[in-house]
């Protein structure tokens, strides 16, 4: 039986060093093709011109080099661009270059499909097939940015895991990817820019804060006592407010990073004073730096309204006049299920 190659950008560079030093070859050869592999996102060993024809066919020989590539592309009438990416093995997932006049903001997905089920979102409704390995997720990065220099003429300034699945349950590659992101080698991005959305796995946040990440966390909060949210969100039942309040702050005693609230408005559920009142009390007992008001994106599998205008508004003054430091953020690309909570690698993109 015929062994699968090994993925060339899994190797470390003094594995790479160790490869080379086996074929006979002067080391800086391990060099050249780690910097094709990350600073100049080779696709293929063809495309590494400075090694010579043998070594390349070589390379080829021994090791996979599976890369991320664009399927198909939407354009919104207001600018967002979403992406559907075919994996090496065939899966499709799907990621969104978000412009604004200061920042160009990617939001990718880090596993293929999801298993929370949250009740509001399209790819909560599709089976997780797999975790996204981090050089698949690190390639997601590439490419919007590669999109984001064609259509802007501008690099990516800003990076958020909140397209499909749950980062910390892919906890590692999301970790390995952000490295390498972030790495001077690598697309040198400030962790600073870089927000990691959580619907809420208590224990992998704390484990956030041992590992010391330099990254701004972002909770999918929604609901603001476990009665709703165990109804919308079924990873409240093992992992409740009180968790994830406890979590939150060992986290930031940790690290210190940035805490990002998300709450989306539902009609009739969770946009009252009373649901503002236990919003507030919430932030009350986590060090968060804002709380972001959604508004809701319709989806066919899910019978979810947003409120009118009016609701909407004064839910916004009572947070405010409460202290809470509360944005309302405005959907971008709903007129291509590119929006929050949309993303499920629906056909009909065009290629």
Known sequence: MKTAKKNIRHLTLDELNSYFETLGEKKFRAKQVYEWLWLKQAQQFEAMTNLSKELRVKLADNFSLPALRVDATQYSADGTVKSRFKTHDGHLVEGVLIPTDDRKTACVSSQIGCSLSCKFCATGYMDRKRNLDFDEIYDEVVLIN???????EKKLSNIVFMGMGEPLLNYRNVLKAIERITSPDGLGMSPRRITVSTAGVAKQIKQLGD????F??????HAANDTKRNEIMPINESNNLQALIEALNYFYKKTENEITFEYILFNNFNDSLKDADELIKICRQVPADLVNIIEYNPIDMATFRKPDEKVVNTFMQYLEKNRVNARLRRSRGKDIDAACGQLANKEGIVG
């Open 211 to 214: 590992d010391g990440v330099r």
């Open 216 to 221: 701004k966390l972002a909770l999918s909060l």
């Open 146 to 152: 590669q999109q984001s220099e064609r259509v802007y």
